[in-house]
């Protein structure tokens, strides 16, 4: 641990200058302690500590940035997601957020990333809050008192949820703004007190330097481990389930959205979980509920009246209500949060149309093509300016965090799903008997029956039909689920209006997998929905 006249130095060079206090690497215990007396927060009847993000409830994607500079010139994927900043521009805006520590307590924590030590990454973290400590805390990985003796960051995130952009002089679109810089090894928070931000941008770090410089694949997924070994992958964006459905009892867990697969197999980058919180039972998600308790952090919800007891279906503030909490909160878990090649992958979207099946088996070529389209639908609260969920494609089922072309990506996965043999499913968490605003979101226990059955191989014997817009390879029958859940259509009153929105979903995914066509494979090509069918 370093002492005081270093960390000063260290945070001088940062260009952190009299700072009221220096908090390094606090305990829980005092982070909550300072968040009670600064008025930030209370505490929850299950001793969680409860905050409110303030203006911003999600992740404000429009207002994330990457400097554009020798380093990333040539190798981003510069797009509407990935949109440059100029380097003049980001040292003026950062000398005065570093500036605006002047006077307040400046938190500094010191952890890591990549549970996996051939890939550790050292990160230094300065908070403006104390409770934006805590969440780092909880989130990533915790360095041993003999990791921090000799602790050297390679990247350094600094985050100031009061300190605004002028928009005109600093070239920003917000006050907030949130601004990746590979050259300098920095991420800048400012204007916004969602958590998210910071998760995410050490996340997109990892995206590029990985792949870039490592040859690692990185993924946006959850993934588990059964009592055989048999290591499983939930790729999908916020809301469609990875938390949840990688929370499994009869599994262990190593991670709930951000794994590496290299030669020796499959990794967590984090230390903790983030997941959505809203509708939360213990009987629907008993390893989440429980593990809401002391260190956890709950982000935006409300309380019964005259209780401290949490009312977790109250969206008064956003429906993207949220809990932090370390994995060791989680019982049932993978120490260290490693595990061999994956047997199964399954890419899990909330399909807002009620067309896809609830699963369905994927060929090679059907699997890359899913990959790279990514469909779901964004859930209320995720986002800034999400209200209710909208149908989008997301490539590799993580496009806001890819700093590289998707088809980077979706190489390094096929070769590894060839290499290994993975079987690949594609899981829908979303609408059944009809689209949004009509049908019914499919039942968690269905959802859950259906991947214990493709994780035991009750698949095998089943025979699959083939489904006619998609061409997706569905099971026949899966034990404890209803036989006409499996084929959608069946679960439709009006099959005209099934077929309508059938036709109308297919040539969304044809649209949108235009930009990726000149780079696809004649396979991935034919696993095309068949917009034809129907029409």
Same mark, same amino acid.
């Given at each position: ?295 956890? %952090? ?8 005259? #209780?401290?007891?949490? +009312?977790? &279906?109250? @969206?008064?503030?956003? /429906? ?121 979101? %499919? ?8 991947? #214990?059955?493709?994780? +035991?191989? &009750?698949? @095998?014997?089943?025979? /699959? ?71």
């Amino acid at each position: 641990m370093q002492n005081a006249k270093e960390l000063g130095q260290a945070l001088d060079r940062l260009g952190i200058k009299n700072p009221a206090n220096i908090k390094y690497n606090l305990l829980p215990e005092e982070l909550i302690e300072d968040t009670l007396c600064k008025d930030m927060g209370v505490l929850a009847d299950n001793g969680a500590l409860c905050v409110n993000t303030g203006k911003f409830t999600g992740r404000s994607p429009k207002d994330r940035f990457i400097v554009k500079d020798e380093v990333t010139e040539n190798r981003v994927d510069w797009n509407a997601i990935n949109k440059p900043f100029d380097a003049d521009d980001y040292d003026k805006l950062r000398a005065k957020l570093v500036a605006h520590f002047e006077g307040k307590d400046a938190y500094v924590r010191d952890v890591q990333a990549c549970a996996d030590p051939e890939y550790r990454t050292n990160i230094r973290v300065v908070t403006e809050y104390p409770w934006s400590n805590q969440f780092v805390y909880n989130m990533f990985l915790r360095p041993s008192e003999e990791d921090l003796k000799d602790f050297t960051p390679e990247w350094t995130v600094l985050c100031a949820p009061t300190f605004e952009a002028d928009p005109e002089a600093d070239n920003t679109r917000q006050p907030n703004f949130s601004i990746i810089n590979f050259g300098k090894k920095e991420v800048i928070v400012g204007g916004s007190g969602y958590t998210g931000e910071i998760k995410k941008g050490v996340f997109s770090v990892l995206n590029f330097q990985l792949p870039v410089f490592r040859e690692l694949l990185t993924m946006h997924c959850s993934a588990n481990v059964g009592p055989k070994d048999d290591a499983a992958v939930f790729f999908g964006l916020s809301g469609t389930g990875k938390t949840t459905l990688s929370a499994d009892p009869g599994r262990s867990l190593i991670g709930d959205d951000e794994h590496g697969w290299g030669e020796n197999g499959i990794f967590n980058f984090e230390g903790g979980c983030y997941a959505k919180t809203i509708d939360l039972t213990r009987k629907k998600e008993p390893e989440i509920y429980d593990a809401i308790k002391h260190h956890a %952090i709950l982000e935006n919800i409300q309380f019964f009246p005259n #209780t401290r007891e949490v +009312n977790y &279906e109250d @969206d008064a503030i956003t /429906m993207n209500t949220r809990v932090s909490y370390p994995i060791y909160h989680i019982e049932n878990r993978v120490d260290p949060a490693m595990a061999g090649h994956p047997n199964n992958i399954f890419f899990l979207t909330a399909d807002a149309f009620g067309v896809l099946p609830p699963i369905s088996k994927l060929t090679p070529g059907q699997a890359m093509y899913h990959f790279i389209s990514g469909y779901t639908a964004k859930v209320a609260g995720t986002e800034e300016g999400i209200d209710e969920p909208e149908a989008t494609f997301s490539a590799c089922f993580g496009a806001p965090f890819m700093p590289l072309h998707p088809t980077e990506y979706a190489k390094m996965l096929g070769e590894r799903m060839e290499k290994y043999g993975v079987n690949v499913w594609l899981v829908n968490t979303g609408w059944t008997g009809g689209a949004y605003g009509t049908g019914s979101r %499919i039942k968690l226990r269905y959802t859950r029956r259906m991947i #214990t059955a493709a994780l +035991n191989g &009750e698949f @095998d014997d089943v025979p /699959m039909q083939q489904e006619k817009v998609f061409g997706l390879y569905v099971p026949e029958s899966c034990p404890d689920v209803p036989n006409d859940l499996l084929h959608p259509r069946d679960t439709w009153v009006n099959k005209e209006k099934y077929d309508q929105k059938a036709h109308e979903l297919a040539v969304k995914f044809n649209k949108n997998f235009e930009k990726f066509a000149d780079g696809a494979s004649e396979e991935m090509l034919a696993a095309a929905p068949n917009v034809r069918v129907n029409a």
